[in-house]
T-cell receptor, first 113, second 116 residues
Framework: DQQVKQNSPSLSVQEGRISILNCDYT??????FLWYKKYPAEGPTFLIS?????DKNEDGRFTVFLNKSAKHLSLHIVPSQPGDSAVYFC????????????FGKGTKLTVNP | KAGVTQTPRYLIKTRGQQVTLSCSPISGHRSVSWYQQTPGQGLQFLFE???????NKGNFPGRFSGRQFSNSRSEMNVSTLELGDSALYLCASSLVVSDLTPNEQFFGPGTRLTVL
């Protein structure tokens, strides 16, 4: 049973436009969410995170929104750049006692020049 | 500060053999987690070690094991290798100031294991 779902396997956007990547979760015990970016043959790189006590977190071009009632989060990248082309993973964690992350299957973002 | 390092980066083994992978966390990080990435299953949690103790374990057979040393370095071992164990094995470390404070996990480059 997939507790974290990224329903779009791929997304293509034009350079300079907004990229919106979506993630849904089912486990109500998740209270911390992270986004990672991954290139082939490399480990995931941490991008941004959000705690369940917030509904928005910004870091430069990256903003994550959390809708707890809908169990939905999204990552906005504005403006998108060709170097953003990668696979993006959403991950979730439950509070206390373990660092275990549950990952979605990823969304491959392609930013076209 | 140096990032998470993993050795070796690539490994080729045959069925039935065993393998040991190594991970050195970021200096000061006490938690080390291991993940398996395959095309079909994505990134799946194997286990986590904190202060030399296994704190959590994923849904993998007992052939997968690990340990953590007093300097926080960790190893994972896979015995009696099967073709399906071919994957990218990723190690991640986190600071863990307290269990009430969320911590980011930082990943190493991974070890690509191929089982023939």
């Amino acid at each position: 049973d997939q507790q974290v779902k990224q329903n779009s396997p791929s997304l293509s956007v034009q350079e300079g436009r907004i990229s919106i990547l979506n993630c849904d979760y089912t486990n109500s015990m998740f209270d911390y969410f992270l986004w990672y970016k991954k290139y082939p043959a490399e480990g995931p790189t941490f991008l941004i995170s959000i705690s369940s006590i917030k509904d928005k977190n910004e870091d430069g071009r990256f903003t994550v929104f959390l809708n707890k009632s809908a169990k939905h989060l999204s990552l906005h990248i504005v403006p998108s750049q060709p170097g953003d082309s990668a696979v993006y993973f959403c991950a979730a964690k439950s509070q206390g006692g373990s660092e275990k992350l549950v990952f979605g299957k990823g969304t491959k973002l392609t930013v076209n020049p | 500060k140096a990032g998470v390092t993993q050795t070796p980066r690539y490994l080729i083994k045959t069925r039935g053999q065993q393998v040991t992978l190594s991970c050195s966390p970021i200096s000061g990080h006490r938690s080390v987690s291991w993940y398996q990435q395959t095309p079909g299953q994505g990134l799946q949690f194997l286990f986590e070690y904190f202060s030399e103790t296994q704190r959590n374990k994923g849904n993998f057979p007992g052939r997968f094991s690990g340990r953590q040393f007093s300097n926080s370095r960790s190893e994972m071992n896979v015995s009696t290798l099967e073709l399906g164990d071919s994957a990218l094995y990723l190690c991640a470390s986190s600071l863990v100031v307290s269990d009430l404070t969320p911590n980011e996990q930082f990943f190493g480059p991974g070890t690509r294991l191929t089982v023939l």
